[in-house]
């Protein structure tokens, strides 16, 4: 892969991974008022998504179990959970396991025009960079859903 977008998950998923190895156990599946999501979803969101973008998850990609999409694919939710779901400290190991794999990304795959567009972008290069975003993004939900739930439900 690239360095250079190498370098930006690498630095990406090394904050991400830092911030949840950092979480008190005991908030990580608790959904405040006003959030879809706890951060436990949003862990395991990151996960399979960057999955679905960069290695076509589930019909390319036999590295995670097909349930992860029904568990933490987009427009899923923890209250729909029927079962029980991979926890943190798996869905960790597997976050660092993908990011190997990412950098083993040919270079010449960054330039491959994607089937059809998705979200405006044309070319796995631009789905990768789109990818870094996603996890920031989540990166800044999970530290919202933190500081909310320590604010209120800890100290209560």
Same mark, same amino acid.
């Given at each position: 892969?690239? =360095?250079?977008?190498?370098?930006?998950?690498?630095? @990406? *998923?090394?904050?991400? &991974?830092?911030?949840?190895?950092?979480?008190? #156990?005991?908030?990580?599946?608790? =959904?405040?008022?006003?959030?879809?999501?706890?951060?436990?979803?949003?862990?395991?969101?990151?996960? @399979?998504?960057? /999955?679905?973008?960069?290695?076509?998850?589930?019909?390319?990609? #036999?590295?995670?179990?097909?349930?992860?999409?029904?568990?933490?694919?987009?427009? @899923?939710?923890?209250?729909?959970?029927?079962?029980?779901?991979?926890?943190?400290?798996? %869905?960790?190991? =597997? %976050? =660092? /396991?993908? &990011?190997?794999?990412?950098?083993?990304?040919?270079?010449?795959?960054?330039? /491959?025009? &994607?089937?059809?567009?998705?979200?405006?972008?044309?070319?796995? *290069?631009?789905?990768?960079?789109?990818?870094?975003?996603?996890?920031?993004?989540? %990166?800044?939900?999970?530290?919202?859903?933190?500081? %909310?739930?320590? *604010?209120?439900?800890?100290?209560?």
């Amino acid at each position: 892969m690239n =360095q250079h977008l190498y370098k930006q998950f690498e630095m @990406t *998923r090394g904050l991400f &991974l830092r911030n949840v190895s950092n979480l008190p #156990a005991e908030i990580v599946d608790i =959904q405040p008022e006003g959030f879809n999501n706890t951060i436990h979803w949003h862990i395991g969101h990151v996960l @399979t998504v960057t /999955e679905q973008f960069l290695f076509g998850f589930p019909k390319k990609s #036999a590295h995670l179990p097909e349930d992860y999409v029904e568990w933490f694919g987009n427009g @899923t939710k923890p209250a729909d959970w029927k079962e029980t779901v991979p926890s943190v400290e798996e %869905l960790v190991n =597997q %976050l =660092q /396991e993908q &990011l190997v794999r990412i950098k083993d990304i040919p270079e010449e795959a960054l330039d /491959e025009k &994607l089937k059809k567009p998705f979200l405006g972008l044309e070319s796995f *290069r631009e789905l990768a960079n789109f990818a870094v975003f996603h996890e920031t993004n989540h %990166l800044g939900q999970l530290h919202a859903i933190k500081l %909310l739930v320590e *604010r209120t439900v800890v100290k209560n």
